[in-house]
């Protein structure tokens, strides 16, 4: 079963960091595109950050400068590294990423909460 599993999320202070992780388990021929997205209470899931099979990178104005998307081909996984994290980045993250099982398919992973609280 090919399924997309994050890791990292939980409570921090504003201004500390964390890290998100997100592993493509499962029978896959190949990654494309991965990205993670956001969804906070009362609002639509957004798009945080992407990257592409050659490592080009995009990120939400509201973030650029604190976060940093990352992959690891080898091991299938797409990483987050968020500093600076402010109580608005308080949300669910998901992680998506386009496989090949085979044939092109888009998954979600189930999201991981980040709390930013003092």
């Known amino acids: 079963q090919v399924q997309l599993v994050e890791s990292g999320g939980g409570l921090v202070q504003p201004g500390g960091s964390l890290r998100l992780s997100c592993a493509a388990s499962g029978i896959i021929y190949g990654i494309g595109d991965m990205a993670w997205y956001r969804q906070a209470p009362g609002k639509e899931r957004e798009l945080v950050a992407a990257?592409?099979?050659?490592?080009?990178?995009k990120y939400a104005d509201s973030v650029k400068g604190r976060f940093t998307i990352s992959r690891d081909n080898a091991r299938n996984s797409v990483y987050l590294q968020m500093d600076s994290l402010k109580p608005e980045d308080t949300a669910v993250y998901y992680c998506?990423?386009?496989?090949?099982?085979?044939?092109?398919?888009?998954?979600w992973g189930k999201g991981t909460l980040v709390t930013v609280s003092s």
């Open positions: 998506n990423a386009d496989l090949w099982v085979p044939g092109r398919r888009n998954y």
């Open positions: 990257i592409t099979s050659g490592g080009s990178t």
